[in-house]
T-cell receptor, first 110, second 113 residues
Framework: SQKIEQNSEALNIQEGKTATLTCNYTNYSPAYLQWYRQDPGRGPVFLLLIRENEKEKRKERLKVTFDTTLKQSLFHITASQPADSATYLCAPSGTDKLIFGTGTRLQVFP | DAGITQSPRYKITETGRQVTLMCHQTWSHSYMFWYRQDLGHGLRLIYYSAAADITDKGEVPDGYVVSRSKTENFPLTLESATRSQTSVYFC????????????FGPGTRLTVT
Protein backbone atom coordinates (compact mmCIF):
# COMPACT_ATOMS: atom_id res chain seq x y z
CA SER A 1 0.00 0.00 0.00
CA GLN A 2 1.01 3.61 -0.44
CA LYS A 3 3.12 4.88 2.41
CA ILE A 4 4.42 8.32 3.30
CA GLU A 5 7.09 8.88 5.91
CA GLN A 6 7.91 12.10 7.62
CA ASN A 7 10.17 12.36 10.61
CA SER A 8 7.90 12.01 13.62
CA GLU A 9 10.45 13.55 15.92
CA ALA A 10 10.36 17.30 16.27
CA LEU A 11 13.04 19.32 14.55
CA ASN A 12 14.53 21.99 16.78
CA ILE A 13 16.68 24.66 15.19
CA GLN A 14 18.00 28.07 16.04
CA GLU A 15 16.57 31.21 14.52
CA GLY A 16 18.36 32.22 11.34
CA LYS A 17 19.36 28.68 10.40
CA THR A 18 17.95 26.66 7.52
CA ALA A 19 15.39 24.01 8.45
CA THR A 20 15.19 20.94 6.24
CA LEU A 21 12.26 18.55 6.47
CA THR A 22 12.07 15.23 4.66
CA CYS A 23 9.17 13.42 3.02
CA ASN A 24 9.69 9.89 1.70
CA TYR A 25 7.06 7.87 -0.11
CA THR A 26 6.85 4.26 -1.24
CA ASN A 27 4.70 2.04 -3.42
CA TYR A 28 3.47 4.73 -5.77
CA SER A 29 4.63 7.41 -8.15
CA PRO A 30 2.92 10.72 -7.45
CA ALA A 31 2.71 13.27 -10.21
CA TYR A 32 2.48 16.13 -7.71
CA LEU A 33 3.54 16.84 -4.18
CA GLN A 34 2.09 19.51 -1.93
CA TRP A 35 3.32 20.90 1.36
CA TYR A 36 1.03 22.29 4.04
CA ARG A 37 1.60 24.05 7.31
CA GLN A 38 -0.54 23.31 10.36
CA ASP A 39 -0.61 25.33 13.56
CA PRO A 40 -2.01 23.84 16.79
CA GLY A 41 -5.80 23.82 16.82
CA ARG A 42 -6.08 24.92 13.21
CA GLY A 43 -6.57 23.38 9.80
CA PRO A 44 -3.65 22.89 7.41
CA VAL A 45 -2.71 25.75 5.11
CA PHE A 46 -1.32 25.19 1.62
CA LEU A 47 2.26 26.33 1.03
CA LEU A 48 3.70 24.92 -2.18
CA LEU A 49 2.99 22.53 -5.02
CA ILE A 50 5.72 20.84 -7.04
CA ARG A 51 5.18 18.66 -10.09
CA GLU A 52 7.16 15.53 -10.98
CA ASN A 53 8.90 17.28 -13.88
CA GLU A 54 10.05 20.12 -11.61
CA LYS A 55 13.14 19.40 -9.61
CA GLU A 56 12.90 22.46 -7.42
CA LYS A 57 10.40 25.17 -6.53
CA ARG A 58 10.88 28.32 -4.49
CA LYS A 59 8.57 30.76 -2.76
CA GLU A 60 10.12 33.51 -0.68
CA ARG A 61 12.11 31.70 2.05
CA LEU A 62 10.71 28.29 1.12
CA LYS A 63 12.28 25.79 -1.23
CA VAL A 64 10.98 22.36 -2.17
CA THR A 65 12.74 19.64 -4.12
CA PHE A 66 11.18 16.55 -5.65
CA ASP A 67 13.40 13.57 -6.47
CA THR A 68 11.32 10.90 -8.19
CA THR A 69 14.27 8.51 -8.28
CA LEU A 70 14.83 8.65 -4.54
CA LYS A 71 11.07 8.99 -3.95
CA GLN A 72 11.74 11.91 -1.70
CA SER A 73 10.88 15.55 -1.26
CA LEU A 74 12.88 17.99 0.83
CA PHE A 75 11.32 21.14 2.27
CA HIS A 76 13.68 23.94 3.25
CA ILE A 77 13.00 27.12 5.20
CA THR A 78 15.90 29.52 5.02
CA ALA A 79 16.57 32.20 7.64
CA SER A 80 14.06 30.50 9.91
CA GLN A 81 12.07 32.52 12.43
CA PRO A 82 10.16 31.56 15.59
CA ALA A 83 6.98 32.29 13.62
CA ASP A 84 7.88 29.34 11.36
CA SER A 85 7.27 26.97 14.28
CA ALA A 86 4.48 24.63 13.22
CA THR A 87 3.85 21.15 11.89
CA TYR A 88 4.55 20.66 8.20
CA LEU A 89 2.68 18.05 6.19
CA CYS A 90 3.63 16.64 2.84
CA ALA A 91 0.97 15.28 0.50
CA PRO A 92 2.07 13.41 -2.61
CA SER A 93 -0.73 12.75 -5.08
CA GLY A 94 -1.22 11.13 -8.42
CA THR A 95 -4.94 10.79 -8.87
CA ASP A 96 -7.85 12.73 -7.50
CA LYS A 97 -6.97 12.49 -3.83
CA LEU A 98 -4.18 13.75 -1.64
CA ILE A 99 -2.49 11.37 0.74
CA PHE A 100 -1.02 13.15 3.72
CA GLY A 101 2.00 12.29 5.77
CA THR A 102 1.81 12.50 9.55
CA GLY A 103 3.85 15.69 9.57
CA THR A 104 7.01 16.94 11.19
CA ARG A 105 6.88 19.49 13.98
CA LEU A 106 9.38 22.31 13.59
CA GLN A 107 10.40 24.39 16.57
CA VAL A 108 12.51 27.49 15.91
CA PHE A 109 13.99 28.99 19.04
CA PRO A 110 15.53 32.47 19.38
CA ASP B 1 -16.00 36.59 3.67
CA ALA B 2 -15.98 33.52 5.94
CA GLY B 3 -14.34 31.09 3.49
CA ILE B 4 -14.90 27.64 4.91
CA THR B 5 -16.58 27.09 8.25
CA GLN B 6 -17.33 24.06 10.35
CA SER B 7 -19.83 23.56 13.13
CA PRO B 8 -19.84 22.69 15.89
CA ARG B 9 -16.22 23.30 16.82
CA TYR B 10 -16.44 20.92 19.76
CA LYS B 11 -18.86 18.08 20.35
CA ILE B 12 -19.20 15.40 22.98
CA THR B 13 -21.61 12.59 22.27
CA GLU B 14 -22.38 9.14 23.55
CA THR B 15 -21.76 5.82 21.88
CA GLY B 16 -24.60 4.87 19.58
CA ARG B 17 -25.90 8.38 18.98
CA GLN B 18 -26.15 9.96 15.58
CA VAL B 19 -24.20 13.15 15.09
CA THR B 20 -23.82 15.46 12.11
CA LEU B 21 -20.87 17.72 11.47
CA MET B 22 -21.53 20.67 9.22
CA CYS B 23 -19.27 22.22 6.61
CA HIS B 24 -20.02 25.34 4.60
CA GLN B 25 -17.87 27.14 2.02
CA THR B 26 -18.50 30.48 0.36
CA TRP B 27 -16.22 30.12 -2.68
CA SER B 28 -18.45 27.86 -4.79
CA HIS B 29 -15.61 25.37 -5.01
CA SER B 30 -16.53 22.19 -6.87
CA TYR B 31 -14.62 19.79 -4.66
CA MET B 32 -15.16 19.21 -0.96
CA PHE B 33 -13.48 16.75 1.38
CA TRP B 34 -13.81 15.32 4.86
CA TYR B 35 -10.71 14.19 6.74
CA ARG B 36 -10.09 12.91 10.21
CA GLN B 37 -6.83 13.54 12.01
CA ASP B 38 -5.55 11.21 14.70
CA LEU B 39 -2.21 11.05 16.43
CA GLY B 40 0.09 8.73 14.55
CA HIS B 41 -2.15 8.55 11.49
CA GLY B 42 -2.12 12.04 10.13
CA LEU B 43 -4.96 13.22 7.93
CA ARG B 44 -7.07 10.45 6.44
CA LEU B 45 -9.71 11.02 3.81
CA ILE B 46 -13.21 9.88 4.76
CA TYR B 47 -15.33 11.04 1.81
CA TYR B 48 -15.09 13.58 -0.94
CA SER B 49 -17.38 15.20 -3.44
CA ALA B 50 -16.64 16.48 -6.93
CA ALA B 51 -19.90 18.41 -7.26
CA ALA B 52 -23.40 18.57 -5.87
CA ASP B 53 -24.95 15.09 -5.73
CA ILE B 54 -21.61 13.41 -6.50
CA THR B 55 -19.78 11.79 -3.61
CA ASP B 56 -17.15 9.08 -3.31
CA LYS B 57 -15.43 7.11 -0.59
CA GLY B 58 -12.00 7.87 0.70
CA GLU B 59 -9.65 5.77 2.77
CA VAL B 60 -11.80 5.36 5.91
CA PRO B 61 -15.52 5.68 5.01
CA ASP B 62 -17.02 3.01 7.27
CA GLY B 63 -19.50 4.38 9.79
CA TYR B 64 -19.90 7.72 8.01
CA VAL B 65 -22.48 9.09 5.60
CA VAL B 66 -22.26 12.25 3.49
CA SER B 67 -24.57 14.18 1.25
CA ARG B 68 -24.17 17.20 -0.95
CA SER B 69 -27.44 18.65 -2.13
CA LYS B 70 -25.96 22.15 -2.46
CA THR B 71 -22.51 23.10 -3.72
CA GLU B 72 -21.68 25.07 -0.59
CA ASN B 73 -22.61 22.46 2.04
CA PHE B 74 -21.11 19.07 2.76
CA PRO B 75 -22.40 17.55 6.02
CA LEU B 76 -20.82 14.45 7.54
CA THR B 77 -23.02 12.14 9.61
CA LEU B 78 -21.90 9.49 12.03
CA GLU B 79 -24.87 7.16 12.02
CA SER B 80 -24.07 5.39 15.30
CA ALA B 81 -21.03 6.93 16.93
CA THR B 82 -18.31 4.69 18.32
CA ARG B 83 -15.36 5.54 20.56
CA SER B 84 -12.99 4.86 17.66
CA GLN B 85 -14.56 7.85 15.90
CA THR B 86 -13.21 10.22 18.54
CA SER B 87 -11.03 12.48 16.45
CA VAL B 88 -10.56 15.92 14.96
CA TYR B 89 -12.51 16.29 11.73
CA PHE B 90 -11.50 18.70 9.01
CA CYS B 91 -13.50 19.78 6.04
CA UNK B 92 -11.69 21.13 2.99
CA UNK B 93 -12.59 22.48 -0.42
CA UNK B 94 -10.76 23.05 -3.68
CA UNK B 95 -11.54 24.76 -6.94
CA UNK B 96 -10.89 21.67 -9.02
CA UNK B 97 -9.41 18.23 -8.73
CA UNK B 98 -5.88 17.45 -7.61
CA UNK B 99 -3.41 19.15 -7.80
CA UNK B 100 -5.59 22.12 -6.96
CA UNK B 101 -4.72 23.35 -3.48
CA UNK B 102 -7.14 22.53 -0.70
CA UNK B 103 -8.52 25.05 1.77
CA PHE B 104 -9.24 23.65 5.19
CA GLY B 105 -11.78 24.61 7.78
CA PRO B 106 -10.88 25.11 11.46
CA GLY B 107 -11.86 21.57 12.45
CA THR B 108 -14.37 19.92 14.77
CA ARG B 109 -13.09 18.09 17.81
CA LEU B 110 -15.44 15.17 18.43
CA THR B 111 -15.35 13.05 21.56
CA VAL B 112 -17.44 9.89 21.78
CA THR B 113 -17.90 8.62 25.35
Amino acid sequence: SQKIEQNSEALNIQEGKTATLTCNYTNYSPAYLQWYRQDPGRGPVFLLLIRENEKEKRKERLKVTFDTTLKQSLFHITASQPADSATYLCAPSGTDKLIFGTGTRLQVFP
Amino acid sequence: DAGITQSPRYKITETGRQVTLMCHQTWSHSYMFWYRQDLGHGLRLIYYSAAADITDKGEVPDGYVVSRSKTENFPLTLESATRSQTSVYFCASSESRVPSEQYFGPGTRLTVT
